[in-house]
């Protein structure tokens, strides 16, 4: 059965820093691009940053420059540091990646984990 388990998050003050780590489990034969994605009260579902296995990062505009996201394609892991925060990267972030596994090829998402940001 594979699953993408997050871990990371938690609450810290403007300009702080927090980790994120995702892990894939289960039977997987190949990993295509992993990201992150953050969900506001109120607002829509939104791409924070992904990395392809190829090692190729894209960024929203709005945490560029404060936030670096990486991967371990031998152990199927993602992580994303997240410095100078501010309270508007206050969500719940979701781990995401496309998985190919044996008989299909598919996204999964983690359960989420919030990051809450004080002013």
């Known amino acids: 059965q594979v699953q993408l388990v997050e871990s990371g998050g938690g609450l810290v003050q403007a300009g702080g820093s927090l980790r994120l780590s995702c892990a894939a489990s289960?039977?997987?034969?190949?990993?295509?691009?992993m990201g992150w994605y953050r969900q506001a009260p109120g607002k829509e579902r939104e791409l924070v940053a992904e990395v392809t296995s190829a090692g190729t990062s894209n960024y929203a505009d709005s945490v560029k420059g404060r936030f670096t996201i990486s991967r371990d394609n031998a152990k199927n892991t993602a992580s994303m540091e997240m410095n100078s925060l501010e309270p508007g990267d206050t969500a719940v972030y979701y781990c995401?990646?496309?998985?190919?596994?044996?008989?299909?090829?598919?996204?999964?998402w983690g359960q989420g984990t919030q990051v809450t940001v004080s002013s």
């Open positions: 995401n990646a496309g998985i190919r596994a044996p008989g299909f090829l598919r996204e999964f």
């Open positions: 289960g039977t997987i034969l190949r990993i295509n691009t």
